[in-house]
Structures are given as C-alpha cells and as structure tokens.
C-alpha cells in the first residue's frame, strides 16, 4: 500500500480501481518489483507539466517509451494532461505505471517518496533479525513455540530481512539521483528480449544499470532491522 498524496487531481484518480488506496501486487519477482515501485510513484507524484512535457518530448522521439501512440496531429501538443496521461503512463494497469521518466524531477521526487514510505516501514518494526534469530534458536532448544508462531516468527524475519536489503538499495539510489544530470536520469534504453526475465520491461532508465549493482553493505538508516 503507498498512502495518496492530499489533493490526488482527478485525472489521475479516475485511473485508479480504488479512489481511496493505492496497492501494489506483492512480490512479483525480484527483478520486476523494483519496476513496477518506482513506476507507480512516478505516477502518483506526476504533475501536469511532466505528462504534457514528456507527451512533446515523444513527439520528436517514439524510441522514448516502447509501442507508444503518438498522435501527429495539430492538436497533440495542446492536449490536457488527463489526455497525456494516458500516452505517458500505462493506465490500464493496476496500479497505473509509469514505465520511463517523466523528468528529472518527478524521477528523484519519486525516489525520494520511496525512500521515506521505506523508512517509515523500517520504523514500524519494534524487533529485530538478530532477535528473531535468538528466538528461533531458543525455540530449536526448548519447542516452546507452536508451529504457526514458528512459522510466523519466521516469515516475519524473511520480511525484515528483504525490506533491510531493499532499504540500502533506495538510499543509495536517492542520494546516487541526487548527483545526476538531468539528461542522464531522463534517458533511456532498450534491451533485447534476451536479456530480461519475465515481468522485466525491455525499456528502462539506463541509470537502472546501478540499481543492479548494488553492494550487500547495509546503510545505517536501514541498520536498525539487523
């Protein structure tokens, strides 16, 4: 669930099957989710003047965003923002994605509010995975837990443990944006159907080649689930 900014416009929110909640699907693969996170966000956060920006920017380049209408006619640079929403962002999906930069500033905004929804989820844990690891070892020795605690004890650390990896990989990701030039965020590539998994989209921002490379370190802001 990702909370709705106040004063979501409306059109935006007729896109979505919910006026109210904003759900993303649980885990589609490891590869893919980071995808559809950042892609929703551009979503929520997008203003008027990134869907219509990107809206002329295809115009001059279809290679921006693979299989795109763009309609040449006189009218497509006047179009209103609830019209270029629709060719700037996947809205038939749930959630609607936005599936390449906007801009430069929608896309550091959009790490940004993943990166505090992250840290608010980081905060709302009271234990950690070394105490989870005691517990289950004090468990191995004593059977004091039944086997549905044992095994939500043990799906709770599973979570604790993929939202610490992925809690490092937002900060740096942020902070790594924060750094960037504005034509390098924006720009894009294209893979060949070889080279991705899945629910992976071909067309990705080629910044996201860092996002893969991400070190096992754990940042400190993330550091309390350990």
């Keep these: 669930e990702l909370p709705l900014p106040t004063d979501f416009p409306t059109w935006k929110s ?30 929520l956060l997008a203003s008027e003047e990134d869907v219509v920006g990107f809206e002329e920017r295809l115009q001059q380049d279809p290679s921006l965003l693979d299989g795109a209408q763009v309609n040449r006619g006189d009218k497509f640079l006047h179009n209103a923002a609830q019209e270029a929403v629709s060719t700037a962002c996947d809205v038939k999906v ?41 517990l289950l070892e004090d468990d191995d020795r004593k059977s004091s837990l039944t086997i549905n605690q044992r095994h939500a004890l043990i799906v709770r650390r599973e979570e604790k443990m993929v939202l610490r990896s992925w809690c490092s990989v937002v900060l740096r990701m942020a902070a790594f944006l924060d750094q960037l030039p504005d034509s390098e965020i924006i720009a894009t590539i294209k893979l060949s159907a070889e080279e991705v998994e899945n629910d992976e989209p071909r067309q990705r921002p080629r910044y996201w080649e860092k996002l893969l490379q991400q070190p096992d370190t754990v940042e400190a802001e993330c550091a309390k689930l350990s």
Excluded: M
């Design 94 to 134: 749930q959630p609607p994605l936005c599936r390449v930069p906007l801009s430069a500033k929608n896309e550091r905004d959009a790490w940004q509010y993943i990166k505090k929804q992250t840290l608010d989820r980081v905060a709302g844990h009271a234990t950690s995975i070394s105490q989870d690891d005691r």
């Design 14 to 43: 007729r896109h979505l099957a919910h006026s109210y909640r904003f759900a993303l699907p649980a885990c589609p693969s490891s590869k893919a989710t980071p995808h559809i996170a950042v892609g929703a966000a551009r979503f």
